[in-house]
């Protein structure tokens, strides 16, 4: 934010004014009575409780989130650019800001409606049709002077001055009694619920009523303490607004006949005391003063937007953040705000936007809810509020802001979601750099998987009956160097499975070493971005690749279930390191580990090509894991134009029987494998099963071959020589034979 902005000097009042001068606005005034009449008590007192479950949620999570921290210029910008990031915070920002900033006309043509009797008087008396803008453009020029010369300070004096009048309209209106009333409070009113099929568009026509309680959190910049004044102002506002539409409703249905309260939008003026001048009065007060709560608020969300640097100009962004000496005051922001609302005061109608308007506040408060949600899920030491809401009413709030959107019009709902998206990859362009949005929901990603892995750990059952899926563990020094062994654990936990690598530092622990760890780990995490793999990344430091090996086939796995696989990899050309690998065999299989040992191949990888998996008798127990890992493998999009080849080697006299075997395999295990893609042949005295490989897997991207534990003992490094011919293979040893 602005390093300039000095400490506030309002306290909770503004803050209460302005959201009850704006919940209690046009809407009441004209449209409350046509929804009495057309649904009835019980069913205005539905369209309360419904648009209520998005206001108080969405009130006590900007009350929670305000005593956490402080909250400086922007209110709900500021709230949610410092929880989702800046550029989520400055795409919901934007929106929100010409919603405040066309709401300021929205309300000033409101303010015309207060002069219909002179309009009607114009137009019967003497034949003039006069527009509404020749009292709209005025009032909106004197509103800006007002705000553009005196700022807010006088902007809430005034605002105490219309809440005066706003009030005393409203006590003459409880006061008021009609002939009808007489009638009415003999019935039973309280069961009165009609044209439920209209529910949904009443409801669009009313909700922006009960959205003014956001109003005062637009003043936060301005505020001697925002931790106090926030929640007190915005709950008491939200809950008497509440009240009084309730009491509205019921004086309304006992006061006048359902025509009457449809077809005559001042109503109002038929039922209060000194109606004809107290409503039209009271009509003036709300709507003038939701529109100074307007105008004081869109130019605050908009210098903290240019504040934030949110715009691609660094003028532009210069201009409008900048604020008048000592106060601050949002001068430039202000201009801008008034040319916004001018332009649609003089175009005189606001309907076609006004529901758009309610989506991209419908947005907002969906998403102060989400991160209140999000707050309390993710546990977080340093979210400390002193004022706590409740997670499920958080969620609550939320989930209702959504299924509302999509309720009142599906079409604007996209509509909004769209401009939302564009705005977004606008900002996501100019400012790469920027992310944020990770921030807030690290937190509750940290407690699903903690939850998540203790359930699975203690689900002994469970973990039983699921099915075998490779949760892999692969360690290396020569990442960087050659990046093969990466390449094969993404291929393997791309979708079906889980892959952690780690990369080894020799030498012992110590704080040069530690530091060496954290910048490998951050160059891991860039290449293993550039590979859009999934895998988890670490690093270890140990002295010996024997007691690295001895430190990793310990570790637990991020799936929350046990590690099954380990992956060892060694250069063809050079068989130093896979005598290590053989020296800790005994190690490895220790644990219950399927072992696949990487033999790298100079040769670079021909994909189209495919894996082809080599099947010996002496050693069947690896073929199902062999299959299997050539499956999970060939999903990847590196492997799409390849195919799985399966080879066997047998006997003549076991042709058949081993053709059978192959066939139940595939069909069994519902492998994609064409028949014409298993290959049987017969071994020959003359002729070493190595050489055969050689020649038919000399162009394969991949070639699987199987060992025995047994040949690791006995044969020694000469079990992995030999395949010259061929590029990479991948060994692999079965703990247990897998089942298809």
Partial sequence: MNKNIKSGTFGTAPVFFTAISTILGAILFLRFG?????LGF?????????????TIPTALAISEIATNKRVEGGGEYFIISRSFGLNIGATIGIALYFSQAISIAFYVIA???????????????????????????????????????????LGVKALYFVVAILFLSLLLFFLGKTDYSFFAENKTLISDFRNSDSFFKVFAICFPAFTGMTAGVGLSGDLKNPGKSIPIGTTLATIMGMILYVFIAWKLTIS??????????????????FGVFIIPLGLAASTISSALGSVMVAPRTLQALAADRSFPIRKVNLLLSKGKPVTNEPFNASIISCLIALIFVALGDVNAVAEIISMFFMLTYGSLCLISFLNHFGSDPSYRPTFRSKWYLSLMGFLMCVWLMFKINPVYAFAAIIVMTLIHLFISY????????????????????????????????????????????????????????????????????????????EGYFSKSTYKQSKEILDKLIEKSVDMHSNIYLDT????????????IIQLPSISGLENNMIIFEFEKRNLNSVNQI??????????????????????????????????KSIDFENSNLMILLSYIMIGHHDWRKGKIKIFDICQKKDLEKTKENLMDIVNMGRLPISSKNIEIIIVEDNISSKSIINKKSDGAGLTIIGFRSEQIKHNGSELFEGYDDIGDILFVNAFKQQEL
């Fill in 42 to 54: 019980v069913g205005v007192i539905f369209i309360i409780i419904v648009g209520h479950m998005v």
């Fill in 430 to 505: 100019f400012h790469k750099d920027r992310n944020g949005m990770e921030a807030i929901f690290q937190g509750a990603i940290y407690q699903l998987s903690r939850t998540l892995q203790v359930f699975l750990q203690k689900s002994k059952k469970t973990q039983k009956k699921l099915s075998w899926r490779p949760s892999a563990l692969c360690v290396s020094k020569t990442t960087f160097e050659n990046n093969k062994a990466l390449e094969l654990l993404k291929w393997i936990s791309f979708k079906y499975g889980f892959g952690t690598y780690i990369h080894l530092i």
């Fill in 111 to 153: 303010f015309t409606e207060a002069f219909e009797p002179l309009f009607n008087f114009f137009s019967q008396k003497l034949g003039i049709f006069l527009p509404r803008q020749v009292i709209s453009i005025p009032v909106m020029l004197g509103l800006s002077y007002l705000i553009l010369k005196k700022g807010a300070n």
């Fill in 34 to 38: 046509y929804a009495t009449g057309t």
């Fill in 256 to 273: 006048a006949s359902p025509n009457d309260l449809v077809s005559n939008q001042l109503i109002m003026g038929k039922i209060a005391l």
């Fill in 540 to 551: 270890v430091i140990s002295p010996s690749y024997t007691s690295a090996i001895a430190q």
């Fill in 582 to 615: 053989i020296d800790n065999f005994s190690l490895i299989r220790a644990g219950d580990y399927d072992v696949c040992i990487l033999g790298r191949s100079a040769k670079s990888i021909n994909f189209r090509n495919g894996i082809h998996v080599w099947i």
